[in-house]
């Protein structure tokens, strides 16, 4: 019986469950949306969380907190600067998983290539994503020369 066992293992070593964790949490605050299954997106969601959270209040420790988890200062000073202060105003709840529906061959046409369930193990698939993302850049990009247009 698993009692107070407190993370699921994901059929790896402790090591490559660290590093699989930290690849995660690094592919979705550079891109703030990612595709995987559902027990990795569920188990290194509140770590994701916390890492926000702390990066919220900007001082040395959670920095120093924050680059101990993803061990990259670009992408602290990213979260710090950018992702962060999306969230100033929000008590929690930063990400959300979403569940891809059908699979690739149940016919479904929503379902398409991000089919629901993998092809090896049937695993199934989830997009993990920031909450609060950013204004698309195409748009403010096309203000820009919009702008740069009528002023000649």
Do not use: C
Not at 8 to 20: E, N, P, S, V
């Amino acid at each position: 019986m698993r009692h107070q066992k407190k993370w699921r293992k994901l059929g790896r070593t402790t090591a490559h469950y660290k590093m699989l964790g930290r690849h995660l949490l690094q592919g979705l605050f550079r891109t703030e949306r990612i595709i995987t299954t559902e027990e990795k997106a569920k188990e290194f969601r509140s770590l994701a969380e916390r890492l926000i959270h702390h990066a919220k209040e900007s001082n040395l420790t959670n920095y120093r907190y924050v680059l101990k988890h993803l061990q990259d200062n670009t992408l602290v000073k990213k979260l710090i600067q950018e992702i962060a202060p999306r969230f100033k105003d929000r008590p929690g709840g930063y990400t959300r998983v979403i569940k891809l529906g059908g699979s690739r061959w149940s016919g479904e046409k929503k379902a398409g290539r991000l089919a629901g369930w993998r092809l090896g193990d049937g695993g199934s698939r989830v997009i993990w994503e920031l909450v609060v993302r950013p204004a698309p850049a195409k748009e403010k990009a096309k203000k820009k020369k919009g702008k740069e247009v009528k002023g000649k």
